[in-house]
């Protein structure tokens, strides 16, 4: 009898420790959850080369700083709002409805509208920095002109004068310090030029031609991409930028005048023979197609595909053999029927033009 009531006088604490030690389990979870929700924010990257909250230019200096600050101003308005909340929920009982009105009027709505106009008029100052205004044509600003293409970009440096002195594709190069007009195009489809690390987007429209100025403040090698859908490969079709000095810039523009892929004759050989010529250029060889990508220094360009593969022999001949398995919608024929070592060959030649 003495066990049975001790069996029975324990029940009840058994129970009760149960229900304290799942309510202890839920507030473990609770606190772990929120948490992890108050860590997502820090969780989240914020720099690398396609980030822009981390400005390599002065346009995307001031988007970061608008971002950041409509940031500010948003967590401040939550804060007022949930502190207003709180209080009146403590203080119900002893304010007058007359008063409940006034709390609602100036801490609900007026206080919010001035926060957000603040913000307002924030923004629309610092708009003319972020889509600066230039003189003249071009007010003696360099100029390089990009088309959208489906789905890689044809990149063309012009001179003083405008004409066009050299051509390449998939790869933009910017002296570090200097503002640059882009003249922007497209044949076919709407692309979007962006470059998130040095400023904001801009719509290629065909048959109309829209500028946009960035000025790099910082050496590197960033991404850019295009930010409209414009078909199959669309997420396929980025492109990369290298902000340099202005004396390395120089020394680029000189020896990418001077290039020529005549080095290899084998390779040039192959590539003539089996047609690549109808599409591409290779300064200074007969090559001189104007529908593909200029292949003009190749081999110093990062990737292949517009940043779809590595430039490397063996991605290289991947891409030659069946394109439309890498890049599918692409325009580019397959060379699936050529036997492998002179594909190889081809690509070995294109890695070699610098």
Known sequence: MDDDRLTGACRP??????IVRQGSDR??????VASLFLLCPFLVSCSGIQSALDPAGREAADVA???????????IIWAGVVGLLFYAARKRRVHSEKNAGRLILWGGAVFPSVVLLALLSYAAWLMPNVRPWFQGADGGMRRIEVTGEQFWWRVRYLDAGGAVAFETANEVRVPVGERVVFSLKS???IHSFWIPVLGGKMDMIPGRENRLTLQA????????????????????MAFTVHAMQPQDYEAWLLARRASSGVQDAEGLALFLKHGCAACHTVAGTEAQGKIGPDLTAFGERGSAGAGTLANEVEHVARFLRDPGRIKPGAKMPHF???????????????????
């Open 217 to 236: 403040e910082k050496p590197g090698t960033y991404r850019g991409v295009c930010a409209e859908f414009c078909g199959t490969s669309h997420a396929l």
């Open 65 to 75: 700083t608008l971002f950041f600050t409509m940031l500010l101003g948003g967590a």
């Open 27 to 32: 507030n473990g979870r609770t606190k772990a």
């Open 13 to 18: 604490i058994r129970s009760e420790e149960r």
């Open 187 to 189: 044949p076919d489809v």
């Open 336 to 354: 699936t029927m050529l036997p492998e070592a002179e594909t190889d060959r081809i690509a070995a030649y294109l890695t070699g033009l610098k």
